[in-house]
Structures are given as C-alpha cells and as structure tokens.
C-alpha cells in the first residue's frame, strides 16, 4: 500500500553530520507514525527516533536524544533524519517505517524500507 525509499546514506568522520530521508509514494503518510530504525553489523535492530503525523510528537533513544532530529515534509510526503555530532557507534544501515494502526513505534511495524547505510570512520 505505501513504498518507502531511503536515501542520504555515506561514509563520515566522528563529529560530522547527515541528513537521511525517507520518501513515501502510494499512500498518504497522514494518520500514520513513522520511525527511524538501524542495525549494526551482526546485531539486532533497534529504535532510534519516531514522529506522529497526526499531532507531530516525536520521542528519541536515549544513545541519539539530543543529537539527532526527525521531522516531516508533508507536501513531499517525506520524513528526515538529521544526524548531527555522529559517533562510531551510530554505524549501520537506517530503516524508515510506517504504520497506520498503532500510535507509537515498535519493530512490528507495518511496511519498512530496504535501508540506507551510515559508515562513521576517520
């Protein structure tokens, strides 16, 4: 019903910064909630940041609050990712997904896309 394609990904030093996006077609992203999700090399994913496109309420984990921001574009249909003061640890491959029943995220969530990797190395 709605595909989602990541973009913004590279190769950056400690304490730089990216913008990763995640543009939506087929479906409308209103009355959804929508995350950022990574995975490190052999590890498990994890959460790192969600917005509500009903009343724009975002919430952060605790490794990212502070560094990282999420925000919409609703005429674009799109959702970003500033990662600013990058570290080592936030290497991986970043998902956008989205869901239109429940109201927070989770790693159930409905549709994801492919992902975007993030290499942070001097």
């Known amino acids: 019903q709605v595909h989602l394609v990541e973009s913004g990904g590279g190769l950056v030093q400690p304490g730089g910064s990216l913008r990763l996006s995640c543009a939506a077609s087929?479906?409308?992203?209103?009355?959804?909630?929508i995350g950022w999700f990574r995975q490190a090399p052999g590890k498990e994913r994890e959460g790192v940041s969600c917005?509500?496109?009903?009343?724009?309420?975002?919430s952060y984990s605790d490794s990212v609050l502070g560094r990282f921001t999420i925000s919409r574009d609703n005429a674009k249909n799109t959702v970003y990712l500033q990662m600013n003061s990058l570290k080592p640890e936030d290497t991986g491959v970043y998902y956008c997904a989205v869901d239109y029943f429940y109201s927070v995220c989770r790693l159930s969530m409905s549709y994801w896309g492919k992902g975007t990797l993030v290499t942070v190395s001097s």
């Open positions: 087929g479906r409308t992203l209103d009355h959804s909630i």
């Open positions: 917005i509500s496109a009903t009343d724009g309420s975002t």
